[in-house]
């Protein structure tokens, strides 16, 4: 069971940090990827972390603007967004791959939560 939350309606500039509590997901080499759905659009990968080592993955246009991190103890993965901007609306979904090879690549991964929206108006 995946669970997000942290979303909501900011403006452009500012700042918010989604979680992912999760339960119940073992693997091989779990990771833990944030994917988004803009209105009218597919679902795009984000970024992940695999839980043995935070390795990371981030889509090019949230680099340097985007923080993954994962609490372990907690199971849960945190999303800092910064400098939001209004190309970043969408409903943003958590999920996992049990293989922890996926990346951002959706097909990997096969465990999802409900999403939570976050709108940014310009």
């Known amino acids: 069971q995946f669970v997000e939350s942290g979303g909501g309606l900011v403006q452009a500039g500012e700042s918010l940090t989604l979680s992912c509590v999760y339960h119940?997901?073992?693997?091989?080499?779990?990771?833990i990827g944030w994917f988004r759905q803009a209105p009218g659009k597919g679902r795009e990968g984000i970024s992940s972390?695999?839980?043995?080592?935070?390795?990371?993955n981030y889509k090019d246009t949230t680099e340097g603007r985007f923080i993954i991190s994962h609490d372990n103890a907690k199971n849960t993965v945190y999303l800092q967004m910064h400098d939001l901007q209004p190309e970043d609306t969408g409903v943003y979904y958590c999920?996992?791959?049990?293989?922890?090879?996926?990346?951002?690549?959706?097909?990997?991964?096969?465990?999802w939560g409900q999403g939570t929206q976050v709108t940014v108006s310009s």
């Open positions: 972390i695999r839980r043995s080592d935070h390795a990371t």
């Open positions: 999920a996992g791959d049990g293989y922890g090879v996926g990346g951002l690549k959706e097909e990997w991964y096969h465990y």
């Open positions: 119940g997901f073992t693997g091989v080499d779990p990771a």
